[in-house]
């Protein structure tokens, strides 16, 4: 087929986009800059690389709040947005924290292993309100509750990794230690991300959406 008739296709994808996704994309950006600068902090560590890494995750989550609300403003609900702020929150709020915890030192064993299921339950978790998001909003625009913790709550984890770094707690050193169980090692403040995945595929923790 001609170049020519294929074009608008692609453009068709950018008139496609309401106003919010454009926030819902901001939102990606963010969590894509924090885990690059995550990653520049291991090549570099410097400090300032880490701080602006943890300082992107309430900068997405500032614009995962604000898309829902001009959604909201302008009646713009579509499968189309649902599906583009999962994408966000997973980068933004699952494997950014993760890459920052890892920068941060959690790079034992045990540690990736927990890293790992803080990731696949933020997956679980959107995959499966994306599916019950029709049933639980009774019919409106609006769904009345989250089962399980929202992933955002995930900018939580990235304070308080921001908080180890501003009182030189990294590597080692974070709260906790390093054990050695077994074949690997554990920095037991990884467990915190264990907690908040955990949370996050509940069934029966039931959280108003306001």
Same mark, same amino acid.
């Given at each position: 087929m001609p170049i020519s008739q294929e074009r608008p296709r692609h453009f068709s994808m950018i008139r496609e986009l309401?106003?919010?996704?454009? +926030? %819902?994309?901001? @939102?990606?950006?963010? =969590?894509? #800059?924090?885990?690059f600068y995550a990653m520049f902090y291991l090549v570099s560590q410097d400090l300032r690389d880490f701080y602006i890494a943890a300082a992107l995750?309430?900068?997405? +989550? +500032?614009?995962d709040v604000v898309d829902g609300?001009?959604?909201?403003?302008?009646?713009?609900?579509?499968? !189309? #947005?649902?599906? !583009? /702020?999962?994408? *966000? /929150?997973?980068?933004?709020? =699952?494997? =950014?924290?993760? %890459? !920052?915890?890892?920068?941060a030192g959690m790079r034992g064993g045990w540690d990736l292993a927990a890293l790992i299921y803080f990731v696949c339950c933020g997956v679980s978790r959107?995959?499966? +309100? @994306?599916? %019950?998001?029709? *049933? !639980?909003?009774? #019919?409106?625009?609006?769904?009345?509750?989250f089962e399980g913790t929202p992933i955002p709550s995930s900018v939580l984890l990235t304070g308080v990794l921001a908080v180890c770094a501003w009182q030189g707690r990294l590597g080692d050193d974070l709260y906790g230690g390093v054990w050695t169980i077994g074949p690997a090692e554990l920095h037991p403040l990884s467990l915190l991300f264990v907690l908040s995945g955990s949370l996050m595929i509940s069934k029966t923790l039931r959280i108003p959406k306001f």
């Open positions: 309401a106003l919010a996704d454009v +926030f %819902t994309l901001a @939102n990606a950006a963010c =969590g894509m #800059g924090s885990v995750a309430p900068a997405a +989550f +500032f614009f609300r001009v959604a909201r403003w302008r009646h713009a609900h579509s499968a !189309l #947005g649902r599906e !583009l /702020d999962s994408l *966000s /929150d997973i980068i933004s709020f =699952g494997v =950014g924290p993760a %890459t !920052l915890a890892f920068a959107l995959a499966r +309100f @994306n599916v %019950t998001a029709e *049933s !639980l909003s009774e #019919g409106g625009d609006k769904v009345k509750y």
